[in-house]
C-alpha cells in the first residue's frame, strides 16, 4: 500500500463528503478492509454503498466485514487498452452482484464462475478502490 494511500483521509475527498451513506466503505477501504452494507431488517447484503437497504428501504444499515471473495459472472476485455483492461461483473460471496475491474491477470485467464478476490489498489488521488484479482 502506498504511503499516500496509508495517510489519505476519505473525508478529504468532496464525493465522499457529498455521499456521507458511503464514508463506512471509504474509511474500511483505506484500511485495506473490505465492508458492505447490510440491513438488519431483511438480513441481505447490497453493493453499491447507500445507507438505506434497496430490497426493504430499511435505513438500519450495518457495516459488516466481507470475505472479500466472489466468482466471476460475467467480464470483458479492451484489447486496444495499454495495458489491456478485464471489466467484469462478480457475485460476492454475500450475494450482490458487483461491477469491477480484474487486475494482475492475463486477459485470457478469467473465465464465468472462476474465482476471484478483492485487492485494494491506489487512485492517482490515494483513495484505495476494490478491485479483484483472480485467486
Not at 500500500?1 to 463528503?17: F, I, K
Not at 450482490?96 to 486477459?107: Q, S
Request: hydrophobic residues 40%.
Amino acid at each position: 500500500m502506498s504511503t499516500l494511500a496509508q495517510n489519505a483521509n476519505p473525508l478529504d475527498d468532496p464525493h465522499v463528503r457529498e455521499h456521507p451513506g458511503t464514508v463506512p466503505f471509504w474509511k474500511a477501504a483505506a484500511q485495506g478492509r473490505f465492508v458492505l452494507p447490510t440491513c438488519t431488517g431483511c438480513g441481505k447484503a447490497h453493493w453499491y454503498p447507500r445507507n438505506f437497504c434497496p430490497f426493504c428501504f430499511s435505513d438500519a444499515i450495518e457495516w459488516r466485514e466481507s470475505a472479500g471473495t466472489a466468482t466471476i459472472y460475467s467480464f470483458t476485455s479492451m484489447p486496444r487498452a495499454t495495458p489491456v483492461i478485464v471489466v467484469a461483473y462478480v457475485r460476492l460471496d454475500e450475494g450482490p452482484l458487483m461491477l469491477t475491474n480484474l487486475v494482475d491477470c492475463d486477459p485470457a485467464e478469467p473465465a464465468i464462475d472462476r474465482r476471484v478476490k478483492v485487492k485494494f489498489v491506489a487512485s492517482e488521488s490515494g483513495r484505495m478502490l476494490p478491485m479483484f484479482t483472480l485467486a
